[in-house]
C-alpha cells in the first residue's frame, strides 16, 4: 500500500489497482503451492494482507483474482479504458475538432465540468 501512496503523490494520474485473492484460503492455498517461503513468512505474507485489503479503497481499480485468465482480461480492459480516457486523448481531438469551421461548439465539451 505505501507503494501506492508514494506513487500517487509522484505521478497524481497513475492509476492504480488491487490485485484481491477471493478469499483467505485461496491465498495461502496460492502461497504455499509456490513452496518458496517458510511457514513464518507465509504467516507474516498473511498478515500483511489482511492488513493491506482495508485499504482497497484508496485504489482506482481492484480485480479479485478468482480466474488468472479473467484477471489477465480485467487488467488488460483497465489499460484500454484508461488509454481512452478524454484528458490522455486531447492532443490528438484537438487537430480533430480544428478542422470543423464551427470549433466554438467544442469548447464547453474541452471544458472540465467540474470548473
Known sequence: MQGAQQLKKTIPDAVTI???APNRATLEQRLRARSE???EVIERRLRDAARE??????????????DLDQ???????????ERLRRERLEP????????????????????????
Open 53 to 66: 485489503i482495508g485499504n482497497y479503497g484508496q485504489y482506482d481499480y481492484v480485480i479479485i483474482n478468482n
Open 37 to 39: 517461503d517458510s511457514d
Open 18 to 20: 488491487f490485485i484481491l
Open 92 to 115: 490528438q481531438i484537438q487537430p480533430i475538432l480544428a478542422t470543423f469551421e464551427t470549433e466554438e461548439v467544442y469548447t464547453d465539451v474541452r471544458k472540465d465540468p467540474k470548473e
Open 71 to 81: 484477471s489477465i482480461e480485467s487488467l488488460a480492459s483497465i489499460v484500454r479504458a
